[in-house]
């Protein structure tokens, strides 16, 4: 009875242990971390044997908890047992055989790895993408593996020093172990025991280094992706400095020998991607035969560091630009909807973000500028105009009324008022001295022809002289009236009106457009009596 109990129990425990097998097995082909750790099982489980076959019996008399705490142990401090081995056989020392493939794959309940540990492979795994989410996970990689490589440093030196491994190695080899597992695929292969240790153990360090610059060079080429600055420029040059990050980091593995790293091959393969999409060629470092110098590591990250922050630079003031713009226009807004009101403040406001839009480097002549004020042009008030940065806005905008096609010449359909015929009987036959903008053929050769002129003289003002001899023009027998553009004229009224006082010869102001219906109102405003008297 006794016997069929335990014949049973042991059927179910084989059963159980089976269906683990089978399970892990399952798992172990598509968790890395997992193989790793059963094959430091075997690896302990091989040492125990082979310590069993070389003891004598009464040496191996342990109770089943000295058994298990020997196993824990032996399992815990498997890697830093074969890398301590490594590293004596580095200085010389006799290597200890290992395990062949065959009995570790009987052990570690999976399939043998098809790749040397070191050789990481989920980078043919993914499906590959050129995209910023992408680049982020490869910056979070680099950052945690730039970390594990100065960790690798620190801890064999800490083993050379003979430092307590349970206290001071084995909690923070946890700690970098778990943080890599919350990141998609990050694969610490400088933390595997079969890893290959540098000659120099400060290659740790300088690997470190790559993997951080790469991290950098990750970032910021995710900042020119998703940015919508004027982002050409820039990516060509992000890409040319993320191609010498990667080429850095590929030659600083070499001398840890048989070792390849996915983030650096995924960068690569990212750089490839994008510069098919974009049409851009890097120039340099893309090849076996033209590697990066990784003595110029501090050069590339301050070149990088510019770079990002020239980037963010550029979209703070972008940033402020649309803030602006969105001013004016709300406030343009509130001038249409409410024609009647007082919209003193609404154009203060606007005189006001103009100025700032021009004091950070935007043209006068941009386009968005134009677009929202050339409807609101005749209607500003004159101390809106006067200011400097409007006024260059508005020559900006003269200029582009006066190079469009005559048949879209604004009011020009008009039909005219008695007004144009009152000034045309006082001016028949005489000329008009038109100060300030530039000339628009149409509008001159409307205004001829509606006053009966002999000549329209339209005198152009240079933005960059502003000191002009007005007296040739004043002083001619024909000229009967002075026009002073102001909406386009930098020079003020008083400059004008002395030579016309000079001369005598009335002075108009001009604060709209060219229209003879709105020409014709501020002559019969401001000199008809003159004018008559004449």
Request: hydrophobic share 35%.
């Amino acid at each position: 009875m006794d016997h069929s109990e335990n014949s049973s129990k042991d059927s179910r425990l084989s059963e159980a242990i089976g269906a683990i097998v089978r399970h892990l097995s399952i798992l172990a082909q598509t968790d890395q971390r997992l193989t790793d750790l059963i094959e430091q099982l075997g690896k302990a489980f091989l040492r125990m044997a082979a310590t069993a076959r070389s003891s004598p019996p009464d040496e191996m008399e342990l109770r089943p908890e000295d058994v298990a705490c020997a196993t824990a142990e032996l399992i815990t401090s498997a890697p830093i047992a074969d890398t301590a081995t490594q590293r004596r056989a580095n200085r010389g020392d006799v290597l200890e055989p290992k395990p062949s493939p065959v009995d570790l794959a009987s052990l570690t309940f999976a399939q043998p790895p098809s790749a040397a540990p070191a050789n990481e492979q989920y980078g043919t795994r993914l499906a590959f993408v050129a995209s910023p989410e992408n680049l982020a996970l490869i910056e979070a990689r680099c950052r945690i593996k730039a970390e594990a490589c100065r960790w690798q440093l620190k801890r064999q030196r800490l083993l050379e020093d003979g430092a307590d491994f349970r206290t001071e190695i084995q909690p923070l080899d946890a700690e970098i172990i778990d943080r890599a597992r919350n990141v998609q695929d990050c694969y610490l292969w400088m933390c595997n025991p079969n890893a290959p240790i540098p000659e120099q153990l400060s290659r740790y360090d300088d690997v470190a280094d790559c993997f951080d610059v790469c991290s950098d060079a990750a970032v910021l080429l995710r900042t020119v992706s998703e940015g919508a600055t004027d982002s050409t420029g820039y990516l060509e040059r992000a890409l040319d400095l993320a191609a010498e990050a990667q080429s850095m980091l590929r030659v600083m593995l070499m001398s840890f020998g048989d070792v390849t790293d996915g983030d650096q091959n995924y960068l690569f393969q990212w750089l490839r991607q994008k510069c098919r999409e974009a049409q851009i060629l890097i120039q340099r470092h893309m090849r076996l035969d033209d590697p990066a110098e990784p003595s110029k590591i501090d050069e590339l990250r301050e070149r990088i560091q510019a770079l990002d922050t020239e980037v963010n630079q550029r979209r703070e003031r972008d940033k402020a630009r649309r803030s602006h713009f969105n001013k004016i226009r709300y406030h343009l807004k509130q001038i249409t909807q409410k024609p009647a009101a007082d919209h003193d403040r609404d154009w203060q406001t606007i005189s006001r973000t103009v100025e700032s839009l021009i004091e950070e480097a935007v043209p006068p002549s941009s386009v968005e500028l134009r677009d929202l004020l050339l409807p609101f042009v005749d209607s500003m008030p004159d101390g809106v105009v006067e200011r400097p940065g409007m006024q260059r806005v508005l020559v900006e905008i003269d200029r582009y009324l006066a190079s469009r096609p005559t048949s879209i010449e604004p009011g020009t359909k008009e039909q005219p008022t008695p007004s144009v015929e009152v000034v045309a009987e006082l001016l028949t036959g005489k000329s008009i001295l038109m100060i300030g903008g530039e000339v628009r053929p149409h509008a001159k050769r409307s205004l001829e022809s509606a006053f009966r002129l002999r000549e329209l003289v339209w005198m152009k003002t240079r933005e960059h002289n502003p000191r002009i001899d007005f007296d040739p023009e004043v002083s001619r027998s024909d000229v009967a009236v002075v026009l002073l553009a102001i909406r386009w004229s930098r020079h003020s009224y008083a400059e004008v009106k002395t030579s016309c006082d000079k001369f005598g010869k009335p002075l108009v102001r001009l604060p709209a457009g060219y229209h003879p219906n709105q020409v014709a109102e501020q002559i019969l405003a401001q000199c008809s009596d003159r004018l008559r008297e004449a």
